[in-house]
């Protein structure tokens, strides 16, 4: 697989862009300095209702309501730096729905239970025949295997033909989990097989001088960290040979006339 890709530059930005995210912090850790620069658009959760907190040994796990609060507040702080509305369907995660994360098995499942609520938002009001350009839809390309960022690839790709008429369609590579080298080109590879049938570009960020923009977005998720991170280590994607920090998204959609990158990439999936 290859990974070579030119800079993109996504161009023009709308109000109705949706930054799709399963958790409170997803967009942030993988499209922070993107949203960032874009500055417009809605900030939309899925599983808004959590538990996860990371525990120093001995702590007391704090209340659902307590978690989900501080991470919406954490949404709120990040959504406003980044000029974003926030929305959220109050779903409950799948650990709080007593799953393990990893467990594919309950993919389907995790799917219809967000298909109704998920396609509502998306496309079940009637489409703004003022628009002139197609709004973006950003959503995780299931890098990780987390069974709630899998659902939602699943949704969107089992309805591309009906989201795409009202949005064009970027799936971003999930950070943190896209920092492992080995997650990411499994993530790649089902991501490929899932849209076999549409040919994808990479289409990349690159942070330059947002190096510490980026790190002071991901810090307003405290919640999520027992020592805040300094660095992008974990927020990059992982690149052979390592690449400088960027984000990134696959896409079959150009970027715009002069911002399409010209590589078509190829996985081979068995």
Same mark, same amino acid.
């Given at each position: ?21 399963? &958790? ?108 002139? /350009? ?11 295997? &987390? ?38 080109? /499994? ?15 990479? &289409? ?41 920090? &960027? ?19 190829? /996985?081979?999936?068995?």
């Amino acid at each position: 697989m290859s990974n070579n890709a030119q800079p993109s530059n996504f161009g023009d930005v709308s109000p109705r862009d949706i930054y799709l995210q399963p &958790h409170s912090d997803d967009i942030c850790f993988s499209l922070g300095a993107f949203a960032h620069k874009r500055h417009c658009g809605i900030l939309l959760t899925v599983f808004a209702v959590s538990a996860y907190v990371p525990l120093r040994p001995g702590a007391a796990r704090a209340a659902a309501e307590t978690v989900t609060k501080t991470r919406q507040a954490e949404d709120k702080a990040f959504a406003e730096a980044c000029g974003l509305s926030t929305e959220d369907l109050d779903l409950k995660d799948a650990a709080l729905m007593g799953q393990q994360t990893s467990n594919q098995g309950w993919a389907d499942e995790n799917l219809q239970r967000i298909k109704s609520p998920l396609l509502d938002v998306l496309v079940g009001a009637p489409a703004e025949k003022s628009l002139q /350009v197609r709004p973006w839809l950003f959503c995780p390309s299931g890098i990780g295997g &987390h069974v709630d960022h899998v659902a939602v690839r699943m949704l969107v790709h089992q309805n591309y033909d009906v989201i795409s008429q009202r949005y064009r369609i970027g799936f971003y590579e999930d950070l943190y989990y896209a920092s492992s080298a080995a997650a990411r080109m /499994v993530g790649i590879g089902n991501l490929f097989h899932a849209m076999r049938d549409r040919k994808l570009h990479r &289409h990349v960020f690159p942070l330059g001088d947002d190096v510490a923009k980026k790190v002071a977005l991901i810090q307003l998720y405290s919640s999520q960290f027992l020592t805040l991170p300094q660095t992008l280590e974990q927020f990059t994607p992982a690149l052979e040979p390592p690449n400088a920090p &960027h984000e990134a998204i696959w896409s079959d959609e150009p970027a715009g006339p002069a911002l399409r990158t010209d590589l078509d990439l190829c /996985v081979e999936t068995s």
